[in-house]
């Protein structure tokens, strides 16, 4: 069982930046390709970005392109994962969860659809004010 835990969310002004992590307690997380989700309220959890178990493969919905950016740290202990989002805009607002995909390959592509998804941690809520 793989418990991940978001941080890092909060309120920011339209144009502003949040930059969120994700760790799994007791365990790392270089085992797994690993991607962020969001959902607003009454709306479908949706895909944000993902990136493969060694950072290489990255991918973005086309909504957060250019604004956003999936990185991961394998070097610590845990592998942390983060998104750094900025020039954030009202319509980003929404739970934002992290997600595990057990993944057998190291540069494998990145998975879009969250039924692929493992593990998922409880979310961090962001919310960007016009």
């Known amino acids: 069982q793989v418990q991940l835990v978001e941080s890092g969310g909060g309120l920011v002004q339209a144009g502003g930046s949040l930059r969120l992590s994700c760790v799994a307690s007791r365990r790392t997380l270089t085992a797994y390709a690993m991607g962020w989700f969001r959902q607003a309220p009454g709306k479908e959890r949706e895909f944000v970005a993902a990136?493969?178990?060694?950072?290489?493969?990255?991918?973005?919905a086309d909504s957060v392109k250019g604004r956003f950016t999936i990185s991961r740290d394998n070097a610590n202990a845990k592998s942390t994962v983060y998104l750094q989002m900025n020039s954030l805009k009202p319509e980003d607002t929404a739970v934002y969860y992290c997600?595990?995909?057990?993944?057998?390959?190291?540069?494998?592509?990145?998975?879009?659809?969250?039924?692929?998804?493992?593990?998922w941690g409880r979310g961090t809520q962001v919310t960007v004010s016009s």
């Open positions: 997600a595990a995909d057990l993944d057998p390959f190291l540069s494998g592509p990145v998975r879009v659809n969250y039924a692929s998804y493992d593990y």
């Open positions: 990136t493969s178990r060694d950072g290489v493969n990255t991918r973005y």
